[in-house]
Every structure is written in C-alpha cells, then in structure tokens.
C-alpha cells in the first residue's frame, strides 16, 4: 500500500513539473543599418537585427527567417571582426560586419546551432529554402567551380551536389546564380548558374534527378 502511494506522489510531482516547463521567449530586436566590408576598400550596406533568447542577446542576424516547422526557424547570422592590426596607433578593437552561416532555432528549448552547408560562400552564395531543404549555389574550395547544392536539415551529406559551371568571380555579391527556384508537386528545384543553362532536379527524400528536357514535336512542321 505505501509503494503505491509513493508511486502515485511521484507520478503527481512528474506531472506538475513537465507542466510548468519552462517556456522559452525568442525575438528579434529593432533593425540597424550598418556596413558590410566585403573588403577593407570595399563595403556595403546591410541591415542587421539582434537575435534575443529569454531576454538575452544570443546572435545578430540578417535577412528574413524561415519558418521551418512550428517549432524551429532558420535566419541568417551577421558577425562583427576584428579588423585590429598589431601596428595599429589605437589599441581599441576595430569592429567590422561580416555576413555569417545560417542558424537553426529551436523555439522549444531555446538552442540556437550553426547548419553546416556544404561549399556555402558568405558572398556569393544565395540560399533558397523550401520545407527543411536548402538550395544554393556552391563555390568549391579553389574558386573555381559553380555546384548546384540541395541539403536537408539533419543530413550530414548534400541531398544534391553536382558541378553545372565554372565560377565567374563577379564583382557583385550573390552574383554566382540568383536563388534557386522550387517547385512543389512534384518536388523540383532550378539553378541558373551566371552565364549557364538552368537546370532542373527532381528531389525524392535524400536523392536528386535531374530533370529531362522534354523532346520537341517535330510531327507538326513534317505535315
């Protein structure tokens, strides 16, 4: 009898406890403007907004979150250097702004975690998401090569990485392709490389076809 009553207090106390969990708060603090330097003769202007997590800053972001699920979101991380050489007269940090990775945050418990995408360059890559897929244009390691990009949150390895050019170097950020275009039904997503074809890939869980060219009706001009 006493066992099942100290059965039936712990149950009461297990209760009570995941019912007053604690409910984490995010938000997003008021935008700046304030300057990317692409390069030290070089910057540009973007809008930045702090990333709060229970009243406590935890990130600067940039650009638009996406809503993964009802739960989880991903927002672009901006970043201060810095730019302090030891030579330097002042000895007070010089602070510079930095476009960063993307974050993925947990709404529930609060965590805040860097994705890792593969070949992803802060300058010239443009990441387009659809579900929990991100679709973008990498730059490999020599800068030389353009790879069409698809991954899926919580894979190590790219759903889709396949070579569709060489690089071209422009001047511009996110000038390698502009962001990559979806498809819902069936699931397709399209990269248009600067100075390439577009190309089409039909994406089925963890794989990617690409998509075939349908043939054009001669039948028509025989006639």
């Known amino acids: 009898m006493l066992g099942r009553r100290a059965l039936l207090v712990a149950l009461l106390v297990s209760l009570c406890t995941s019912g007053f969990a604690k ?38 972001t940039s650009g638009d979150a996406h809503d993964v699920t009802d739960s989880s979101f991903v927002v672009r991380r901006a970043y201060r250097i810095n730019d302090y050489l030891p030579e330097d007269q002042k000895k007070v940090p010089n602070w510079k702004w930095q476009r960063g990775e993307w974050l993925l945050v947990n709404r529930r418990t609060g965590n805040v975690s860097t994705i890792n995408l593969p070949d992803f360059d802060p300058y010239y890559s443009v990441v387009s ?11 490999a390691d020599e800068g030389e ?8 949150l919580g894979n190590k390895k790219p759903v889709l990485h396949k070579l569709v050019g060489p690089a071209k170097a422009g001047e511009q950020p996110d000038s390698e392709c502009p962001a990559p275009k979806w498809q819902r039904e069936p699931m397709r997503v ?20 690409v998509t075939e060219k349908p043939e054009k009706d001669d039948s028509a001009g025989s006639q």
Not at 34 to 51: C, G, H, M, Y
């Open 145 to 152: 090569k353009v790879f069409a990009t698809v991954m899926q």
């Open 190 to 209: 399209t990269f248009e490389p600067a100075g390439g074809q577009a190309t089409s890939f039909d994406i089925r869980g963890h794989s990617a076809d």
């Open 23 to 60: 409910t984490h708060i995010i938000t997003f603090g008021k935008t700046a403007n304030v300057q990317w330097f692409v390069t030290p003769e070089k910057s540009l202007p973007i809008a930045v907004r702090p990333l709060y997590v229970d009243g406590k800053l935890r990130e600067f």
């Open 129 to 139: 998401w659809y579900r929990d897929y991100a679709a973008y244009c990498g730059i």
